[in-house]
T-cell receptor
């Protein structure tokens, strides 16, 4: 049973528009969340994080929103660029997992020029 | 810039062979991890280590074993490879701090015939 879900396996967006990647989780104990980006033939790289004491964290073109009551977070990329085309993983952790992270299956983003 | 390396990058091997997947990091990180990822699926934590001589099993049961004799080295061994072990194996490391983000290696794609 997946504890971290990314229900859209893929997403296509036009260059310059907003990309919104969604992530849902089932474990209410999760209190720290990360987004990773993965290019083909490379390992995932850290993108942005958010702790449950916040509902928004921004870093340049990337903003993560957290809705704890809905157990939902989203990653917004504005404006989207062709270089953003990659697989994006959402990950969550909780103290009762020894702070290890549980990863979602990923969403493949394609930004079209 | 993350300095974490995995070899080999690709491995095709016959059933019953013993294999060792290498992972090394030069960042002096205490925590290291092994994840297994099948195509389109989430990353599953199979092993982790808090430091030298520390190894723990992750969320996903795995027939592989790991060792941590040196801080920088965290090899994963399969004593007798089977087709069910075909997957991608990702190594990661992080500093021994709360919720520290993880740096991933490029992964090893294993195919067992």
């Amino acid at each position: 049973d997946q504890q971290v879900k990314q229900n859209s396996p893929s997403l296509s967006v036009q260059e310059g528009r907003i990309s919104i990647l969604n992530c849902d989780y089932t474990n209410s104990m999760f209190d720290y969340f990360l987004w990773y980006k993965k290019y083909p033939a490379e390992g995932p790289t850290f993108l942005i994080s958010i702790s449950s004491i916040k509902d928004k964290n921004e870093d340049g073109r990337f903003t993560v929103f957290l809705n704890k009551s809905a157990k939902h977070l989203s990653l917004h990329i504005v404006p989207s660029q062709p270089g953003d085309s990659a697989v994006y993983f959402c990950a969550a952790s909780a103290d009762n997992y020894g702070q290890n992270f549980v990863f979602g299956p990923g969403t493949r983003l394609s930004v079209l020029p | 810039e993350a300095d974490i390396y995995q070899t080999p990058r690709y491995l095709v091997i016959g059933t019953g062979k013993k294999i060792t997947l290498e992972c090394s990091q030069t960042m002096g990180h205490d925590k290291m991890y092994w994840y297994q990822q099948d195509p389109g699926m989430e990353l599953h934590l199979i092993h982790y280590s808090y430091g030298v001589n520390s190894t723990e099993k992750g969320d996903l049961s795995s027939e592989s074993t790991v060792s941590r004799i040196r801080t920088e080295h965290f090899p994963l061994t399969l004593e007798s490879a089977r087709p069910s072990h075909t997957s991608q194996y990702l190594c990661a490391s992080s500093e021994e701090e709360l919720r520290e983000t993880q740096y991933f290696g490029p992964g090893t794609r294993l195919l067992v015939l």
